[in-house]
């Protein structure tokens, strides 16, 4: 859905000028460039703060919703051609997908809901091969996942009230999946209410769909949202473990599945495997490993935990040496929640200030934690709703990379099915990354802010670390 990293799209951003925007967009009807509008559309989202309202009033001069985003590119509402239909509801699509993982709903929502209503009808009624398509898979998933999360009242509502007596840091990511970091050795189990199997049907159907046409990244969202809605998601944790890990390679989201299994793995086996699976990634001593400071966070903790659960010791295990340099490496780089939980247990502190990062070896007096505050220094933040934009490497393209204005004239126009399978295919070519590359952004980040803390209770009492 063409989002670009909240983690690391700032600094790129600053160093770059928009372009026209209603010249382009101009352009662009004229030509008749659907598909290059949709990449438009969304490659402008990290500019505006991922905020759908803003790119509308940029583009249409009408904030939250504008009738021009149909009346523009369709004059017959009972002829509209196979391209046109696929690349309107995609992007709508990708809006819809967006309004679940946020905490501020999509103004006008019935107005883009009731537009997705008509082209999947349209597309069901005039093109039904385009129902085989990522497009339409996609759709099913947001219709499922909308209708779900109202009755639970939204995603991170359900994981806040399930987890909210819990001493440890809960967080999500995806649509919604939590991670539970816990403050010792405890383990609050998994506790999402769970919908009835006639609920879960359109998302199975979903995911046969995204299997039969090999699009994993969208059997991924449905497997993700299976999770959510089971009672008892251990099934789905193996096939979603399978298809990152077996398929697509796809390594980081493999680890946050693996920090969300914490909260099933009640018996000696499941520990067993699931602490295998985490010492499977490298440590964080090594700076090249270092490709998502939450992620390292929440790998150590429950690492630990996990270890003193098998040893049977009281208190959490880590190797201390190597746990107090993985903290200077990926310390600086968490959100200020995180930071404070990590600061309040173990005693350690840092300065949060971004390209600056020094760390403070002096122990903070554990008997007053709660008092001491983390000095933190933040500097502006270009993105600062993208807390809740997450998504893994390999999981969705970057998008359009702004350039001017010629080269965005100069593109041709496309046919809508052929670009859907391009999009699938390159996919995760398009989000690889070199180490070197890697670390010269790391230099460089705005503050962290892809995975949601919903909630965290500063211990009742110390822990050894």
């Not at 089971?230 to 680890?255: K, M, T, Y």
């Not at 670390?439 to 500063?458: F, I, K, N, T, Y």
Request: aromatic share 10%.
């Amino acid at each position: 859905m063409g989002e670009a990293r909240a983690w690391n799209v700032g600094p790129r951003l600053a160093q770059r000028e928009l372009p026209d925007i209603p010249e382009v967009y101009n352009t662009l009807l004229s030509q008749g460039r659907i598909w290059d509008f949709r990449d438009f559309f969304l490659a402008l989202l990290p500019w505006f703060d991922f905020s759908i309202a803003s790119v509308m009033e940029e583009i249409f001069d009408t904030p939250g919703y504008s009738r021009r985003l149909l009346d523009d590119w369709i004059n017959d509402m009972n002829d509209v051609d196979e391209a046109t239909t696929l690349a309107l509801l995609d992007l709508i699509v990708s809006v819809l997908y967006r309004n679940l993982r946020t905490s501020s709903k999509l103004e006008m929502l019935e107005q883009w809901t009731s537009d997705a209503h008509y082209l999947a009808h349209n597309l069901r009624s005039n093109h039904a091969g385009c129902m085989k398509s990522r497009t339409f898979a996609r759709w099913i998933l947001v219709e499922a996942a909308n209708l779900v999360s109202n009755e639970f009242g939204g995603f991170e509502s359900a994981i806040r009230k399930t987890h909210s007596s819990a001493p440890g840091f809960t967080f999500a990511w995806g649509i919604g999946v939590p991670v539970y970091v816990p403050a010792a050795t405890e383990n609050p189990c998994w506790q999402m209410p769970g919908v009835p199997s006639e609920r879960k049907e359109p998302i199975i159907m979903a995911a046969r769909l995204a299997k039969e046409l090999q699009d994993h990244q969208t059997e991924e969202l449905c497997l993700e949202l299976l999770i959510i809605v089971s009672e008892d998601p251990a099934v789905h944790f193996e096939q979603l473990s399978h298809l990152q890990n077996s398929v697509q390679r796809n390594r980081l989201g493999f680890l946050w599945t693996c920090l969300s299994r914490y909260l099933i793995s009640r018996d000696t086996a499941t520990k067993r495997q699931l602490l295998e699976d985490l010492n499977s990634f490298p440590d964080w001593v090594d700076r090249g490993a270092l490709f998502d400071p939450p992620a390292c966070f929440a790998r150590d903790f429950i690492r630990g935990a996990l270890s003193s659960q098998l040893n049977h010791h009281g208190h959490r295990e880590y190797p201390k040496e190597s746990f107090t340099k993985s903290i200077q490496i990926y310390g600086k780089f968490l959100p200020a929640e995180m930071s404070q939980f990590v600061s309040s247990l173990t005693g350690l502190a840092w300065k949060n200030a971004w390209n600056v990062g020094d760390f403070a070896h002096e122990r903070q007096n554990n008997g007053n934690s709660r008092e001491q505050q983390i000095y933190q220094t933040r500097l502006s933040e270009p993105v600062g709703r993208a807390i809740s934009e997450r998504r893994t490497q390999s999981r969705e393209r970057t998008g359009l990379i702004l350039q001017g204005k010629a080269s965005l004239h100069d593109s041709s126009k496309r046919d809508g099915q052929g670009r859907e399978f391009a999009r699938n295919k390159t996919g995760d070519m398009a989000n690889t990354r070199t180490t070197e590359r890697r670390d010269a952004e790391l230099d460089q980040m705005p503050p962290l802010q892809h995975a949601r803390p919903l909630q965290s209770s500063v211990p009742r009492r110390n822990h050894h670390v």
